[in-house]
């Protein structure tokens, strides 16, 4: 069973890195939106798709960049686009994916494992925001621990609670 991942769901994910500029002016993000709504989680694991989406991604900002893998950014800032910038791009798209699972058993688990072996912040956040039931009090803080040691604070704020 697809996805359903929307064009909008998409540009509020990337907007932050890319700006507007870029997606204003090509498919990327109808591109995106179709790749991950095809996602169906009996065909293919979660890091499969990580691994695929990046290397989408790439061929993709390189073609609309016609070579460059430079974006301004909404505050008139030119980015070249590097390995660092295509990682979390990716993982911001695969949030806007782990959004859309139902929290239960299954999901958890790959999530989990997922996020086991990939430094992602979209999955740490949804696994803290959405599915804080399946961990101890002591595990959960944990992660909240990590993920402060980790990440500066503008990356989780306003969806990490404060109680250290």
Do not use: C
């Not at 301004?72 to 798209?93: E, N, V």
């Amino acid at each position: 069973m697809a996805m359903p991942v929307t064009r909008e769901e998409i540009e509020q994910a990337i907007m932050p890195l890319l700006g507007s500029m870029l997606l204003q002016s090509s498919p990327l993000a109808d591109d995106l939106a179709e790749f991950l709504g095809a996602y169906a989680p009996y065909r293919q694991s979660l890091l499969d798709l990580r691994d695929e989406l990046e290397a989408l991604l790439l061929r993709l900002l390189n073609r609309y960049t016609h070579g460059s893998m430079l974006v301004i950014t909404d505050s008139y800032r030119p980015l070249r686009l590097g390995r660092d910038q295509l990682r979390r791009i990716a993982d911001d798209l695969m949030g806007v994916l782990f959004e859309k699972l139902t929290p239960f058993s299954a999901n958890f688990i790959k999530l989990n494992d997922y996020s086991l072996r990939v430094q992602s912040l979209t999955a740490l956040r949804v696994l803290v925001t959405r599915y804080a039931s399946f961990y101890t009090e002591e595990e959960l803080r944990f992660i909240k621990q990590m993920i402060r040691a980790i990440y500066p604070p503008h990356r989780y704020q306003g969806w990490l609670e404060d109680d250290r």
